[in-house]
């Protein structure tokens, strides 16, 4: 894995890790949100420390995709307020936000076929100016991505031309360039053959090692329990459980939540807990 | 490489076809004042008139993510008609007078558009699209029924509504039009400004969301400029049709997807193809004594070619 050039930090982008740079992450107050049809929060309330591993899991319907999407600022709450670095979320500009929270949506689609390289260079367009091109460090930024997550060999590539889950590894390092302070990603490993979710999960770890918080929302337990070092386990809108995945991962939890009592296990390098359905 | 030679190619093509509207006439190519003064003006609205479409049909296709869209989906050159119907009616067909009424119907027609668009607060590139399909039906109805009610003009109405740049220019139209042409190509200017907001609406709306682009900002910007454009274009030059359907398909496949290049690209490519169809029709008319309408040669030109692009696109 190609470490990120640390020597040349991107123009305009403040280092990451200074003390100015400690603040709070998330923090969500009384937040409510309703689709047309059905509420699902109401009166949610909990924090994310800036650069913490958190994975958001819970049956289908919980609210885990537009938990992080209300994080993102994709949806507006309907009540409450989120406040991100201690200010609001309302009150940033949409180009300050995204210099600080990129968000990885679980289906990416393309209208146009730009090459692999041209859409991870649209990860710049925070830092750019409406007439500015992008810069050398730009191109730069966007192929050590590319290196990072080994698909350096599909730059020139089509983005409509390469395998669902090259592309997601694409949208992957195009939130990479934007140099995010945390990363919201829905369901990451879709599409990803096994290779490429370690990949992914390698990469996640390092970011996070280099101070970069990350949101996950996952639906595989287990992968969740290696790679964070903190749980929210939402069921039908209301968070039911927020700890480490060492307290959560257990049988009894999983079948309050879930309706199925799995086997408990270890996972033989890490030691960090695993479950295993019984199928007989 | 590929890039380069494509500027290359279309900006001579643009002056070679600027010289020969100047030089072609019924006495042969000659160049001498008197006639360069009745053509330049041609020429520039020709320029102008093609250039404008093309480049809005890209940054339209690029907004509303759908090959098929025309500039005049959004509804301003029904509203154009609207007003030149209603202004040869009214016997207000003043120089002034009838560039006025296109452009206030435009005006009217945008400002109904966007009205309708507007969902509790927001406009979805859907909603746009469904406003100015209905903004034009009911337009060209209206159109219709202003066409029965002055019989007498239906032919003008017609010739206009089919586009023409044989347009008598006098000193004051000319200084509209001036006018109107350096503020349309600041209003061209700042959609260019735009290219990679729209490059990256071409993913999922959260992703450019996520990306820094305020897609609801981005969609009212370019959906009113657009417009505005569209107005001015159809006042002067009557509504040209393929131009901005056609042109920007062509340039996508010369330059690839960016719209740094596809706008300007499109504007060049735009303003060479409304010359050639210009200069087909001074050429029939010599030979027949018969003026056409622009929208004959470049529909009958614009068909062949988008059917090829669809084809090779979806093969």
Known sequence: MTPRNRNTPPRNTPPRNTPANTKSGFVVKELCFSYAQKTLFENLTVSIKEGEFCSVVGPNGAGKSTFIKLLARLLEPSAGEIIFRDRPLSFYRRKELAQRIAYVPQESYFALDFTVIETVLQGRHPY????????SSDYAMARSALDRLQISKLAE?????????????????????????????????????????????????????????????AHDLN???????????????????DGRPETLLRADIVQRHWGVKPLEGRHPESGKPQIFLPIS | MRSNLGWIVLVVLLAGLSLLALAFGPAGLTLDSQILASRVPRLLLTIFAGGILALVGAALQGLL????????????????????????????????????????????????????????????????????????FVGSSLVMVLMVLSREQLAQIIYFLMGSTKVVFTPTKLWVFAGSAVVSL?????????????????????????????TQKLTTEVFVLSALLVGVVVAFAGAISFIGLVVPHIVRFIFGPRHLRVLPGSFLA??????????????????TGVDLPLSVVTTLFGVPVFLYIMRRRLA
């Open chain 1, 157 to 217: 590539k089509g983005i409509n031309n390469i395998s669902s889950g090259e592309r997601q590894l694409a949208v992957i390092a195009r939130s990479i360039v934007q140099h995010p302070s945390v990363i919201l990603l829905d369901e990451p490993l879709n599409h990803l053959d096994l290779s490429h979710q370690q990949q992914v999960l390698t990469m996640l770890l390092e970011l996070n090692r280099e101070g970069v918080g990350v949101v996950l929302v």
């Open chain 1, 128 to 135: 750019l100016k409406p007439l500015e091109r992008y810069h």
């Open chain 2, 65 to 136: 993510q759908n090959p098929l869209v025309d500039p005049y989906i959004i509804g301003s050159s029904s509203g154009a008609g609207v007003g030149v119907a209603l202004s040869l009616l009214l016997g207000w067909t003043s120089v002034i007078g009838r560039p006025l009424f296109a452009f206030a119907g435009a005006a009217g027609a945008l400002f109904l558009v966007y009205t309708l668009a507007r969902m509790r607060g927001r406009m979805s590139r859907l909603s746009l699209i469904l406003a100015g399909v209905a903004v034009s």
């Open chain 2, 270 to 287: 735009g303003a060479s193809l409304l010359l050639a169809s210009d200069l087909c029709l001074r050429g029939f008319a010599m030979a």
């Open chain 2, 186 to 214: 600041g209003a061209a200017g700042w959609l260019v400004a735009r290219w990679r907001s729209l490059d990256i609406l071409s993913t999922n709306i959260e992703a450019a969301e996520s990306l820094g682009v305020d």
């Open chain 1, 223 to 241: 992968y969740a329990a290696l790679v964070s070092e903190r749980m929210l386990v939402f069921s039908e809108g209301k968070l039911v459980e």
